[in-house]
């Protein structure tokens, strides 16, 4: 009997030490309070149709971060890219239901959802990225921010998106008559087709995704974008004559779902707004920079540059006034305000 029970005491010993250093080790080795893994409160997500390295996904980057880090991890924001989400259009619609929370889109896209927004991105309606500038950080800006709501979204800031361009495959426009009769992609967009069909082109509605195996297959004869866009998508491989006239400047604007909006506290709210005002400073900087650089690929790697001379622009401009008449009818008091902003230096 003895002798058993010795035995059993025996084994005990070096159970309670593996036990004690167990112990021991999962004491030391707990992550400390500021490795701990922050469990975020909400995790939203972000949609962005442009690539990677392009300047408006690196300004969402930069507002998530800032976001995340103002709030102290409680809310994280992932930034979903080159259009995973789906195109603009369909995003926007989610974003009504809350099946998206934030967004980047072309203004052009919000105008089919809220069509007063078409005043802000007329053609050839501003004179330089001054001009818009000065009626998107002044009043006007202010106030179209606020009409998001409309369709139920929140309006954060405004994104740079540059000048859009006119660029073609197989000859070159130099002209008012040489772009009669050509197809030309436009965004999914009325107020775009219209402006194209006043130009005397015919206008074909695609996705943004699919105008370079649009122009490749001969869908249509060109299309019309920045610099950054033509060289990121590689439009210029497909597209190689780019004429520079400027027909229109449409902002881009950084969005949030109203359903996404109501979840959140005040303080929260401002937090947000702030970082999306700083990311919009941040992202200007960057676009700047990558509408020279685009274009010095773009030539670089064949494109070919046609300058608008001033009397051809404005046989452009006149063609497209119609336009105006339709999309702005009761607006033309912001018009008017806007043209007046041009001459302020
Ligand atoms: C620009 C804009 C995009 C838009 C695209 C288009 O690149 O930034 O948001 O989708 O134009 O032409 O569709």
């Not at 390295?53 to 994280?76: C, H, W």
Request: net charge negative.
């Amino acid at each position: 009997m003895e002798r058993k029970n010795s035995g059993k005491k025996k084994k005990r010993i070096p159970v309670i030490l593996a036990f004690t250093a167990v112990a021991a080790a999962v004491f030391w080795l707990r992550p400390s309070k500021e490795q701990e893994e922050i469990v975020p409160e909400y995790v939203f997500s972000y949609a962005e149709n442009q690539a990677q390295d392009y300047p408006t996904t690196l300004g969402a980057i930069k507002f998530a971060e800032m976001v995340e880090e103002r709030t102290e991890g409680r809310i994280r924001i992932l930034v979903y890219a080159e259009g995973v989400k789906g195109a603009e259009g369909e995003v926007i619609r989610q974003m009504k239901f809350g099946g998206i929370d934030f967004a980047r889109v072309s203004l052009s896209q919000l105008a089919e959802y809220i069509p007063e927004m078409n005043v802000l991105q007329m053609p050839y309606l501003y004179t330089d990225s001054e001009h818009m500038w000065r009626v998107l950080d002044g009043e006007i800006g202010v106030s179209f921010l606020s009409l998001a709501d409309e369709y139920g979204l929140v309006g954060l800031s405004w994104y740079d998106a540059g000048a859009r361009n006119f660029y073609t495959a197989d000859r070159p426009v130099t002209c008012l008559e040489d772009i009669e009769g050509m197809r030309i992609r436009v965004q999914e967009s009325e107020m775009m087709a219209d402006m194209v069909e006043a130009l005397g082109a015919k206008a074909v509605k695609l996705g943004y995704a699919d105008v370079y195996s649009g122009i490749e297959r001969g869908l249509v004869d060109g299309a019309e974008n920045n610099w950054p866009s033509y060289e990121s998508m590689k439009h210029h491989e497909v597209a190689k004559y780019f004429t520079v006239d400027e027909h229109t400047r449409v902002p881009e604007m950084q969005i949030c779902s109203e359903k996404t909006w109501e979840k959140l506290s005040e303080e929260d709210r401002n937090i947000i707004l702030e970082c999306a005002r700083e990311s919009a400073l941040y992202e200007r900087e960057l676009w700047k920079a990558q509408e020279d650089a685009s274009k010095h690929t773009a030539i670089l790697r064949g494109a070919e540059v046609i300058e608008l001379s001033a009397e051809e622009k404005k046989r452009f401009q006149t063609a497209v006034q119609g336009v105006y008449e339709k999309y702005c009818g009761g607006q033309m008091d912001i018009i008017d305000r806007i043209i007046a902003e041009g001459g302020v230096k």
